[in-house]
T-cell receptor, first 115, second 112 residues
């Protein structure tokens, strides 16, 4: 049973470009979360999605950031017109429905570097 | 606002000793608290969850306590091994939907 898969592992963008980060949750998991981690800081919640629905996006900046989890395919975190301050590690996590649904299973992250 | 603090300094201990990590929080009463392990370049890995009505939880060499009066959790690794060296993250339930509030983590180094 494959874990949470994120790609790419490393992404380099120039200021003003778009970044697309992909996340495939664990098989059988229908809840996806995105977190951002800056060096020496804790992970910060960004958004929680279920299939085709954004449940909680309170941690996501209102401008330039968007997330989706379509019926088919991976969840996508999209950052438009990236700036240097967007450089960080972005982690996706998934959780099951029912028993143990509080446990989060994390991917290995995407390290975004903005030049 | 909710605040969660972990020792920012690295904890260095000798192999075989017990490592104790601290997590303090303010301005909140979480329904549960979790501990994760994170290795460099990797995502966090779930270790233990303890609920507000539980005082202590154990799993193999790991033990977690949760004092809701002191607003503190202690995480213990007994008979520590060099393979236990990693950063350990404390996370609070942050208001539903598994929205976790993470501490910055404490780096543990176990020396042979």
């Amino acid at each position: 049973n494959a874990g949470v898969m994120q790609n790419p592992r490393h992404l380099v963008r120039r200021r003003g470009q778009e970044a697309r980060l992909r996340c495939s949750p664990m098989k059988g998991h229908s809840h996806v979360y995105w977190y951002r981690q800056l060096p020496e800081e804790g992970l910060k919640f960004m958004v929680y999605l279920q299939k085709e629905n954004i449940i909680d996006e309170s941690g996501m900046p209102k401008e330039r950031f968007s997330a989706e989890f379509p019926k088919e395919g991976p969840s996508i975190l999209r950052i438009q017109q990236v700036v240097r301050g967007d450089s960080a590690a972005y982690f996706c996590a998934s959780s099951p429905t029912g028993t143990d649904n509080e446990k989060l299973f994390f991917g290995s992250g995407t390290q975004l570097s903005v030049l | 606002s909710q605040k969660i603090e972990q020792n920012s300094e690295a904890l260095n201990i000798q192999e075989g000793k017990t490592a104790t990590l601290t997590c303090n929080y303010t301005n909140y009463s979480p329904a549960y608290l979790q501990w994760y392990r994170q290795d460099p370049g990797r995502g966090p890995v779930f270790l233990l969850l303890i609920r507000e009505n539980e005082k202590e939880k154990r799993k193999e060499r790991l033990k977690v306590t949760f004092d809701t009066t002191l607003k503190q959790s202690l995480f213990h690794i007994t008979a520590s091994q060099p393979a236990d060296s990693a950063t350990y993250l404390c996370a609070l339930e942050g208001g539903g939907y598994n929205k976790l509030i993470f501490g910055a983590g404490t780096r543990l180094a176990v020396h042979p």
